[in-house]
């Protein structure tokens, strides 16, 4: 999704207001499907429940940890490989911020230790 999708997305975006009572009602007649059938006097339940089921598909889709993860282990290949010369890599896995120093996390632990 590039930047003037997410624009038009948001333009197009609607707040819809409902109670709590609805709330409710929404989460049964979309987990207990013989309930609409049993009760068929919610008038508003046809539409209520089809944008729940888009909007948790929606959800869903998007934050798929597998879906995450691959693209972000193709974008660490892609740095990796296309970006970065052999010399620019060298530096970036020896700068100093990337490194452990070892002697004050082992001064910590025996600071620590004493009291």
């Known amino acids: 999704m590039n930047n003037e999708d997410f624009k038009d997305n948001i333009k197009n975006h609607k707040l819809i207001k ?25 008038k508003k339940e046809k539409d209520l429940v089809n944008m729940f089921r888009m909007g948790k598909n929606k959800i869903d889709a998007n ?5 995450i993860m ?17 010399k620019a890599r060298w530096m970036v896995a020896h700068c100093q911020k990337n490194t452990l120093n070892l002697d004050t996390s082992c001064e910590e632990e025996t600071s620590s230790e004493d009291e």
């Open 70 to 86: 691959y693209n972000i282990n193709i974008m660490k290949t892609f740095m990796k490989y296309c970006v970065l010369s052999d």
């Open 63 to 67: 934050l798929s940890i597998v879906g």
């Open 18 to 42: 409902v109670s709590f009572i609805e709330k409710i009602l929404i989460m049964l007649f979309y987990y207990v499907k013989p309930l609409k059938f049993i009760c068929p006097c919610w």
